[in-house]
């Protein structure tokens, strides 16, 4: 996981930076391009166009992850930390996101004429167990999976050690993964087929918008201020502090 950098915005207050420390060199990115090139001829070789395009899109989101140092790990350990709670923030506004494109059409099953379904599992013991380790490894990592993979790919070698753990626990988990489905749980549960896509959609919504302030008042009460989570204008701290008014 790559932190995010603090700058000094023209308000007086910390500006949550999406940029890293330094530019990618030159030199870099132009190899880095050049293996992709050869990449996605390969692969056109040997593989319908579609996994092409999947080596593209998988390709372009690295490079928005990378861009926009987006990631789990830094965001909660500055909130519980320091409590800044711009990457935090972030994550809402994306997971509000995700909801509102995805939401239609898992009800209505299809998406571009091809068939879409959630995986929707068992709640119970093994996630929570599961939650906590992952938790713990994903901070003594420094990375959650995106983010050990878009570090690594980012020229951060000490992530090869993070991803090869990564790899083996998963292994390991495999072998016994029965046992832990046969823990107890509440069974699987869905929103959308429970509630109807609009209301499981407001649900979703007025969890994250209530995250989104909670937190919002935490950094507040500590920093007398609340870090933007984007340079936009749109998105400037008087308008998130309405925005949290009416919330």
Request: charged share 10%.
């Amino acid at each position: 996981m790559i932190d995010a950098t603090m700058t000094p915005p023209p308000t007086g207050l910390p500006h949550f930076s999406a940029q890293p420390d330094a530019g990618p060199k030159r030199s870099a990115v132009l190899a880095a391009s050049v293996v992709g090139v050869l990449l996605c001829i390969a692969i056109a070789s040997v593989a319908p166009a579609k996994h092409v395009l999947l080596f593209l899109t998988g390709t372009a989101l690295g490079g928005v992850l990378y861009q926009s140092v987006f990631g789990f790990t830094s965001a909660f350990r500055v909130l519980l930390a320091d409590r800044r709670s711009a990457g935090f923030r972030a994550q809402m506004v994306m997971l509000g996101a995700a909801c509102l494109l995805l939401f239609p059409p898992l009800a209505g099953g299809t998406l571009w004429g091809q068939p879409l379904t959630g995986f929707v599992s068992p709640v119970g013991v093994s996630v929570m167990v599961g939650a906590f380790l992952f938790g713990i490894g994903m901070q003594l990592g420094g990375g959650c999976a995106s983010g050990t993979l878009y570090a690594l790919g980012g020229g951060s070698t000490r992530m090869l050690v993070t991803l090869l753990f990564f790899i083996v626990g998963s292994v390991v988990g495999v072998t016994h993964l029965a046992w832990w489905e046969q823990l107890p749980s509440i069974g699987p549960v869905s929103l959308i087929a429970g509630l109807g896509w609009p209301w499981a959609l407001g649900l979703n919504l007025a969890v994250f918008a209530a995250a989104y302030a909670f937190v919002s008042r935490l950094e507040r009460a500590r920093h007398g201020g609340v870090v933007p989570i984007s340079a936009w204008p749109a998105w400037s701290f008087r308008t998130r502090s309405e925005a949290a008014k009416l919330v």
